[in-house]
């Protein structure tokens, strides 16, 4: 079973922010949303590094922990998506949410929030595959037509990776190895855990805290 | 006052007596990614419905980003 993620390549991303118009003209975003976008620190030094950032589809997603009226659902490939006919558009998810990913269109009555919208990793919602209320509500669903996510896809240096999360894995790893720097994968930790991350403590520990 | 006092206490503290919510998600179910989209943009090279398939195509074009692979392959 596949299971989808993303990776950002610090090293490779040049700032173009062709993930983030890929995305905005493939799902025809609203203005004012913005599902992926590129964020740069120490921008204007020497040595600055880009990240393109968007949901990352967390394995222990936190936005789905709080939200109150149980919108989200995680699909058989770990693609984090909600249901937009549930969701109140209360804004629990986007505080909860370490990436910043959930996203509220303004324009509703009185400047309102409406209903959250984010990254689906081009997997559309709970509507019939590829179908014109899918399309309306949560854009294109390139996954049912057998493609990747656009903007990883679009990726002129292919800086963002998208896909099964070994393919993708084994492709970051075959660079770092190649290059001989940059292992550094922003937000993996925090999005899928850490590799010691459930692991039983070793038998010395265990021994000297008995 | 003491009344009141008590009334209170016991507001606070039924409040926290709440019954479990129990009741279903009125979320929608979601078809299988694997069940072709109805429309002209379906990538050739898979079968819809068939899982396999699809994540053999899904596999295949995630490999194409590592051009690595593809720099050798012009070698």
Same mark, same amino acid.
């Given at each position: 079973?596949?299971?989808?993620?993303?990776?950002?390549?610090?090293?490779?991303?040049? =700032?173009?922010?062709?993930?983030? &118009?890929? *995305?905005?003209?493939?799902?025809?975003?609203?203005?004012?949303?913005?599902?992926?976008?590129?964020?740069?620190?120490?921008?204007? =030094?020497?040595?600055?590094?880009?990240?393109?950032?968007?949901?990352?589809?967390?394995?222990?997603?936190?936005?789905?922990?709080?939200?109150? !009226?149980? *919108? @989200?659902?995680? &699909?058989? =490939? #770990? !693609?984090?998506?909600?249901?937009? %006919?549930?969701?109140?558009?209360? #804004?629990?998810?986007?505080?909860?949410?370490?990436?910043?990913?959930? /996203?509220?269109? $303004?324009?509703?009555?009185?400047?309102?929030?409406?209903?959250?919208?984010?990254?689906?990793?081009?997997?559309?919602?709970?509507?019939?595959?590829?179908?014109?209320?899918?399309?309306?509500?949560?854009?294109?669903?390139?996954? $049912?037509?057998?493609?990747?996510?656009?903007?990883?896809?679009?990726?002129?240096?292919?800086?963002?990776?998208?896909?099964?999360?070994? !393919?993708?894995? %084994?492709?970051?790893?075959?660079?770092?190895?190649?290059?001989?720097?940059?292992?550094?994968?922003?937000?993996?930790?925090?999005?899928?855990?850490?590799? &010691?991350?459930?692991?039983?403590?070793?038998?010395?520990?265990?021994?000297?805290?008995? | 006052?003491?009344?009141?006092?008590?009334?209170?206490?016991?507001? @606070?503290?039924?409040?926290?007596?709440?019954? &479990?919510?129990?009741?279903?998600?009125?979320?929608?179910?979601?078809?299988? /990614?694997?069940?072709?989209? /109805?429309?002209? @943009?379906?990538?050739?090279?898979?079968?819809?419905?068939?899982?396999?398939?699809?994540?053999? /195509?899904?596999?295949?074009?995630?490999?194409?980003?590592?051009?690595?692979?593809?720099?050798?392959?012009?070698?």
């Amino acid at each position: 079973m596949a299971r989808m993620k993303f990776i950002c390549d610090s090293e490779r991303c040049i =700032e173009c922010n062709g993930c983030v &118009t890929a *995305c905005k003209a493939e799902h025809d975003i609203p203005w004012g949303v913005n599902r992926r976008r590129v964020v740069t620190l120490n921008d204007g =030094e020497p040595g600055e590094k880009s990240i393109s950032v968007a949901c990352m589809h967390c394995s222990d997603a936190p936005c789905m922990a709080v939200c109150p !009226v149980d *919108c @989200f659902y995680r &699909t058989d =490939e #770990g !693609v984090v998506l909600h249901d937009k %006919d549930v969701c109140i558009g209360c #804004g629990y998810c986007s505080y909860a949410c370490p990436f910043g990913a959930p /996203q509220f269109p $303004s324009t509703g009555t009185f400047g309102m929030r409406g209903k959250m919208d984010k990254c689906t990793f081009c997997a559309g919602g709970p509507e019939t595959n590829g179908s014109q209320a899918e399309f309306e509500k949560y854009g294109r669903n390139r996954l $049912s037509e057998g493609k990747l996510p656009a903007c990883a896809e679009m990726c002129s240096t292919k800086a963002l990776l998208g896909g099964d999360g070994d !393919v993708v894995a %084994d492709i970051f790893r075959t660079r770092v190895l190649s290059r001989g720097k940059g292992s550094e994968v922003w937000g993996w930790g925090t999005a899928y855990g850490k590799p &010691t991350t459930g692991t039983p403590p070793k038998t010395e520990e265990k021994a000297t805290k008995s | 006052m003491k009344a009141i006092v008590i009334a209170l206490a016991l507001a @606070f503290g039924l409040a926290a007596c709440e019954k &479990t919510q129990t009741a279903p998600s009125a979320r929608k179910p979601d078809s299988k /990614q694997w069940e072709a989209a /109805q429309n002209a @943009f379906v990538a050739p090279g898979w079968k819809s419905g068939d899982e396999a398939s699809w994540e053999a /195509q899904l596999r295949k074009r995630a490999s194409r980003q590592n051009e690595y692979a593809s720099a050798r392959a012009r070698e």
